[in-house]
């Protein structure tokens, strides 16, 4: 007599015991779960047992426009990173913006009409970053000057290819060259206060690191790549997004960054990115 | 060991020749997080190093090394040659392609995704096709496990399969039921997406997929722990095994209910409603149940085994054990890291006390304790079992084995008991740099700099770890005893259908299965959910043009 | 194992030291006591989601990403601390690489509060340590949390879910301001604490 016997038996009916386990276990959790415990909301009266199970589905929700009056309506931009929109960007033919942007050139490529470098360059932007540029001049989301009438003048399709040209010009912006070096110095120790903020950021202040929208080492959708852009253009901007003067950023994502930094900030971060030579450079 | 010599010991070896490396990287990582000064500090290194190390140690080493165990098993407990041993190379040649093809794409830095790589972030197609391969090669594995018992059933009717053999062959469809979720969400979702065949994903599909993987994969790993702490310590600790259907009933429940209960990974997600949270909460109570009945069954051996060798009252037997045995050390220290573990693993799936540590620290400290801790540390006593056996030479140094078992227990401590507090405190997780100078996190990184210590001695541990199974590999060879499986107290004649197969548990765990995720993953199908896609390595948005 | 200890090679235990009904006895008394243990933690779970409303969030919405900003109730005007007309407040805060909009929300302590946020782009976090405030932000869908402030102050609020490599820098702040100095809101009134 070598196998268990007694209280424990090996022959148990084990078929009977395992399904009837599963329906109590069934059964017993999903009381509990939808009819039991989904019916106390915090905040909120208690529901009835169908508004439970619907509320333990997930079926029920609180829609947050339940007819509440809201504020005027405050739109940034009007482009949406829709898959409408990115395969407009992406239809740019660059030959064709060759053409478009003989108009371009005199300012965001020469010298003469751009002393103080207080136009972009844009030999090597991301063509996104160019077309919601365009688009929200168009439509007056952003203001400055000549640019308003230029982008009037250009059709979606124009933007598109004038985008398209100019991202793929090499020139003054590095863009995002891949980094083929380790890399260091770029955590909090850091005590170049640019350096620190370029890519560590200071989440005191809710300011992300720079990089990882802008570069070198990172890109979000829509951020133009800064690296070699003119310094004196990155401090006008950080400027006038602090005073709220330009205010196109979605969901005000540079103004409330450009708030918290003080006016040495700005300039010093304006001058790491505009440093062609700098060290962030990666040697190829 | 019949054939499965070369086989087991292949697996071993890709297992630990990327732990060591995968641990000099956990290190450096902790570095980064602490106050303390790390060298190549930025934090897209940080990023793509927890991506490999969380790779390294979740999928490769316990994947290879659970395929090794299971051959060797196969062919010592059924005492015979290991069939299908090509498919079984092809196998080890599928997952070790798709390892170094993850293992690449991480480098590269162009996939710091995470080993979790919840989309829409979206990494490199190399990287989601090689753990593709990993995966799925391993299920070759599964097949040969499931197709060696049924034959050895087959040449002997009526006859209880033996113990080892019948959990290595639970955990294997087990793996195959884990392993259907994120082999769903890559085939299904990710991989179509990163091949540009579609534009957009469902990114709470994904995770609720991968959910079903998360929480069963951590059964995967603990299930050979498991097969060592009912078939190999207590012939180690020269006892018998309190009862073999305890065991057998243990990997059943494991079985059932490892899988179901994974939407406790997605307590704070708002993509499920709290019906089906709360319904996978109370199943998860349920598989916390095989563990303390092993707990049990465990100590109960030892007990048998220590007043076997003379020890008397109430506690004597507990000194009377033979300690000096890498596996008796090893399972005393796994006892006391799973104690912890699994109390922190209790809170994480209480249905409302995880939203006080989810996502914070507490939850890297919870898993490192549990299965870096209390797992692993069973794996490394297995390899100094197996190794003697597999290579014919003694092992190298009995004493250097016990040095880097207590070594990677203190390490283990010291890393996560800090850490568990900091994640009280709140401190999140998968951050790459903390601004120490922040009063919400000042008082965290005193605490910080001491689990930094605990790595550094873990590191230690690795280092001994793979001197002594390099050392035992080359050594002077001698004739060894074969390995032998602890018999039970009262070794079973027969054993009913149902504790000899897993027909009737399979079909339970499919119908779980179908009541717990049918509506959950079925919502999304109604559900007008998907989005866009972030590559995280984009450099632009006209790739090819600029 | 092969080489130590040969006199317990040479005298192996025999079958049945313990017989089979003590093995089965006391295996089934620590079954016993475990269920009871299991079914005591799991009673806790379940009365204090009874009394305290003590829940994870259950509310599946699902919602447009990418025209967020263009109107309907996540449009950038509407976020911030809205006051509803039985005096509980709702924040509407938008996720997105690699911070909250507003960076800053005002609330008033001992009050309701509702939060809602959805993401632009990737999965982000949403923790404020020492509150029952933990969830997670997906694309596609509004995560929704409810909450009631005791105790004053400013509560740092991290992103604690992995979302980029800007990841670190994600952190904003909830400023919980005594009864007297939250002034009551009108209803087409969004406040915050973000500085002008």
Known sequence: ?284 | ?546 | MADTHPDLLQRPLPDGTVPAEVVARTEKRWLGVMVAMLVVMMAVVVLTGMTNAIHPPSNVETIDPTTLHLGGEFAESNLGTAQERDGSLTVRLIGGQYGFAPDCTKVAVDTPVKFRLTSTDVIHGFLLPSTNVNTMVVPGFVAEVRTQFTRPGIYRMPCNEFCGPGHHGMWARVSVVPKEQFHSLAPTERSSCVQQ
Not at chain 1, 228 to 243: C, N, P, V
Request: proline share 6%; net charge positive.
């Open chain 1, 1 to 284: 007599m070598t196998h268990d016997q007694g209280a424990f038996k090996v022959d148990y009916p084990w078929a009977k015991i395992g399904w009837i386990s599963f329906a109590v276990i069934i059964v017993v959790s999903s009381l509990l779960g939808f009819v039991v415990l989904s019916r106390y909301q915090q905040n909120d009266a208690s529901l009835d047992i169908w508004g439970a199970i619907c509320r333990g589905l997930g079926i029920t929700f609180d829609s947050g426009s339940t007819g509440s009056p809201q504020p005027a309506l405050r739109t940034p931009t009007n482009v949406a990173w829709t898959q409408v929109t990115l395969d407009q960007v992406r239809a740019g033919d660059p030959e064709r913006g060759a053409h478009v942007a003989l108009n371009c050139i005199a300012c965001h490529e020469g010298t003469t009409a751009n002393p103080a470098h207080l136009i972009p360059a844009l030999d090597g932007m991301d063509a996104t970053s160019i077309f919601k540029q365009l688009a929200d001049y168009r439509s007056g989301k952003r203001l400055w000057g000549v640019m308003d009438a230029i982008a009037k003048a250009l059709s979606i399709q124009d933007s598109a290819d004038v985008a398209a040209y100019f991202s793929t010009r090499t020139g003054q912006l590095q863009a995002n060259l891949p980094e083929r070096v380790p890399q260091g110095g770029r955590a909090f120790r850091q005590s170049d206060p640019a350096a620190r903020l370029v890519f560590a950021g200071d989440p005191q202040r809710g300011i992300a690191p720079c990089s990882a929208c802008h570069g070198p080492g990172g890109f979000r959708l829509g951020a133009p790549p800064l690296t070699g852009q003119y310094a004196a253009y990155i401090e006008r901007q950080l400027g006038s997004f602090a005073q709220g003067i330009r205010h196109n950023d979605i969901y005000e994502q540079m103004r409330a960054i450009a708030r918290q930094l003080t006016p040495d900030e700005m300039k010093a971060l304006a001058e790491f990115y505009g440093k062609r030579n700098s060290t962030l450079v990666a040697t190829e």
């Open chain 2, 1 to 546: 060991m019949y054939n499965s010599r070369r086989l087991a010991l292949y697996h071993y070896w890709v297992a630990f020749a990327v732990f060591l490396p995968a641990v000099m990287l956990g290190v450096w990582q902790m570095l980064m997080r602490s106050p303390l000064p790390a060298p190549f500090d930025d934090s897209n290194h940080y990023y793509a190093s927890v991506t490999l190390h969380g790779t390294a140690m979740a999928y490769v080493i316990t994947t290879f090394f659970a395929m090794g165990f299971g051959y060797a098993v196969t062919a010592t407990s059924l005492g015979r040659p290991v069939r299908g041993i090509t498919a079984a190379w092809i196998g080890f040649a599928i997952c070790l392609t798709g390892t170094l093809m993850a293992v690449a794409a991480v480098l590269s830095g162009k996939s710091s995704v995470l080993y979790t790589f919840y989309p829409p972030l979206l990494g490199s197609v190399w990287y989601y096709s090689g753990a593709t391969l990993l995966i799925g090669g391993s299920m070759i594995w599964v097949v040969l496990m499931i197709v060696n018992m049924a034959a050895w059933k087959r040449d002997n009717p009526g006859k209880p399969v033996p113990l080892a053999m019948f959990a290595i062959t639970a955990t294997a469809v087990l793996w195959a039921w884990s392993a259907s979720g994120v082999e769903l969400e890559m085939v299904g979702i990710v991989l179509p997406r990163a091949f540009g065949l579609t534009t957009q994903i469902d990114a709470g599909l994904a995770r609720t997929l991968f959910s079903v993987t998360l929480h069963s994969i951590v059964y995967f790993w603990l299930m050979p722990a498991y097969i060592a702490f009912y078939t190999l310590v207590p012939q180690a600790a020269g006892g018998r095994l309190y009862s073999d259907t305890m065991g057998r009933l243990t990997f059943i429940m494991f079985l059932l209910f490892a899988t179901p209960v994974g939407l406790h990974h997605l307590f704070a997600d708002p993509e499920i409603g709290v019906g089906f949270k709360f319904i996978q909460s109370f199943l998860t109570f349920l598989v916390a149940l095989p563990t303390l009945l092993t707990v049990f069954s465990i100590c109960a051996s030892l007990e048998i085994a220590g007043r076997h060798r003379g020890g008397r009252g109430l506690l004597g037997w507990i000194p009377a054990l033979p300690w000096n045995e890498p596996m008796i050390l090893a399972v005393g220290l796994s006892l006391v890291m799973l104690g912890f573990g699994g109390a922190g693993g209790l809170i994480n799936m209480s249905y409302d006390m995880n939203s006080m540590i989810h996502n914070t620290a507490w939850v890297p400290a919870h898993f490192h304790l549990i299965f870096g801790g209390a797992i692993v540390i069973m794996y490394f006593a297995i390899a100094y079992e197996m190794w003697p056996r597999i290579t014919g030479k003694p092992l190298h140094s009995k004493r250097m084995a016990r040095w880097q078992l207590w070594l990677w227990f203190v390490g283990m401590f010291v890393t996560t008991i800090p850490w568990h507090i900091t994640g009280l405190m709140g401190q999140p997780r998968r951050v790459a740099i903390f601004d120490y100078s922040d009063p919400l996190l000042a008082p965290m990184a005193p605490l910080v700099v001491i689990s930094v210590i605990g790595g550094l001695i873990l590191l230690a541990s690795a280092i001994l770890l793979i001197t002594v199974l390099v050392r035992s590999q080359v050594g002077e060879g001698m004739l060894q005893t074969p390995l032998r499986y602890a018999l039970a107290v009262n070794p079973p004649v027969r054993v009913p259908k149902a504790l000899n197969g897993f027909a009737l548990w399979n079909a339970i765990l499919l119908m779980f299965m179908v009541f717990e995720y049918g509506y959950p993953i079925g919502q999304f199908f109604v559900l007008k959910s998907s989005v866009p896609v972030y590559e995280v390595s984009q450099q632009s948005s006209t790739p090819g043009v600029r």
